[in-house]
């Protein structure tokens, strides 16, 4: 008799390979799992992308497109729910991890609120010293600000 175990470290998340079914912005996707009849909400977690009515939001939107076209499997590893019942998580449609991608390219911004995690901050400094992505913007607005300047107006 066989038995198949994995070792799995406190705190530690579990992978799971799943197929996107849509992206709605630069950090939320959409994916079928395996065990679910029912596609499920995933956000992004760690990085904040603009919003789609923001400068940079539908380009940001295509470029995780381009990162994980539908259909295309991705690795969840889930680390919870936020507020709004969807799934935090890391990504990796195949080409290493889709946030570190979003930072590299200059598509996201690292979310302070959530992490300082210097490898994040420091491949996000790259992109903008390179003016890559949004940082080729000429006043890029972080997302968490252009969102509470709607909340005031």
């Known amino acids: 008799m066989a038995f198949a175990f994995a070792l799995v470290l406190p705190g ?3 992978a799971q390979v799943c197929t996107v079914t849509s992206i709605h912005d630069g950090d939320t996707m959409r994916l079928q799992c395996p065990s679910q009849k029912k596609s499920m909400p995933v956000r992004l977690e760690r990085i904040d992308a603009p919003e789609i009515g923001q400068a940079g939001g539908i380009a940001s939107r295509d470029f995780l497109r381009a ?3 539908l259909g295309a499997p991705a690795r969840l590893s889930r680390h919870g729910k936020d507020r709004y019942g969807r799934v ?3 990504v990796d449609c195949g080409h290493g991890s889709v946030q570190e991608t979003m930072l590299r390219h200059g598509y996201a911004w690292v979310y302070p609120k959530f992490t300082a995690e210097r490898a994040l901050v420091d491949l ?3 992109a903008k010293a390179g003016r890559r992505g949004l940082w ?3 006043s890029p607005v972080a997302p968490w600000d252009f969102r509470k300047r709607g909340r005031d107006l």
């Open 136 to 138: 080729a913007l000429p």
């Open 88 to 90: 935090l998580g890391d």
């Open 67 to 69: 990162l994980c076209p």
């Open 12 to 14: 530690a998340a579990l």
């Open 124 to 126: 996000q400094g790259e």
